[in-house]
């Protein structure tokens, strides 16, 4: 079993529309747990973290239920500019001390 | 800003010809680390350097080399590069040693073919 896991998708939705993507883990060691955005053949770069209380970031809210091992990323009111893969991560602690990063989910907008 | 410099960007090799993929950082951070990048298997570290002269291996060391002579600078090395090692690259500053709200910046990436 892979240490993070998403489902590849792709998501395929309209403009507007609400689309939530999970990961989980399999190590309750994690630490800590964040959001990568990767545009199509770039760099992945830094959505959000993902605090236990849950935290939003305009049209994107993070959730984290650390009973289930796994956090979650909705976006609402989708636009176009949303299409991207999402990368789930997580900080791994406990002498293991590194970052373990999904394989990400595919998200596309269309009008 | 910071920045994450790495060259070649693309690259087209024979097997087993040394190449060099350079990476430097304009942060003075002690932690990089290269990745690499595959159809769904996400990102794996190759090597990280947590300083001057300190490095380590990731989960997928084997047929790389890497070294960090200076903080700027830190190389990745293909002394024999094989097929397998078609993927595309990222080097990174930052990481797990210095996460409290730190961010990871990945260079733009490098894509490598090994025919």
């Known amino acids: 079993r892979k240490e993070v896991e998403q489902d590849p998708g792709p998501f395929n939705v309209p403009e507007g529309a609400t689309v939530a993507f999970n990961c989980t883990y399999s190590n309750s060691a994690s630490q800590s747990f964040f959001w990568y955005r990767q545009d199509c053949r770039k760099e992945p770069k830094l959505l959000m973290s993902v605090y236990s209380s849950g935290n939003e970031d305009g049209r994107f809210t993070a959730q984290l239920n650390r009973a289930s091992q796994y956090i979650s990323l909705l976006i609402r009111d989708s636009k176009l500019s949303d299409s991207a893969t999402y990368l789930c991560v997580v900080y791994f602690s406990g002498g293991y001390n590194k970052l373990i990063f999904g394989a990400g989910t595919r998200l596309a907008v269309h009008p | ?115």
């Open chain 2, 1 to 115: 800003e910071a920045q994450v410099t790495q060259n070649p960007r693309y690259l087209i090799t024979v097997t087993g010809k040394k190449l060099t993929v350079t990476c430097s950082q304009n942060m003075n951070h002690e932690y990089m680390s290269w990745y690499r990048q595959d159809p769904g298997l996400g990102l794996r570290q190759i090597y990280y350097s947590m300083n001057v002269e300190v490095t380590d291996k990731g989960d997928v060391p084997e047929g790389y080399k890497v070294s960090r002579k200076e903080k700027r600078n830190f190389p990745l090395i293909l002394e024999s590069p094989s097929p397998n090692q078609t993927s595309l690259y990222f080097c990174a500053r930052g990481g797990p040693a210095e996460y409290s709200g730190n961010t990871i910046y990945f260079g733009e990436g490098s894509w490598l073919t090994v025919v």
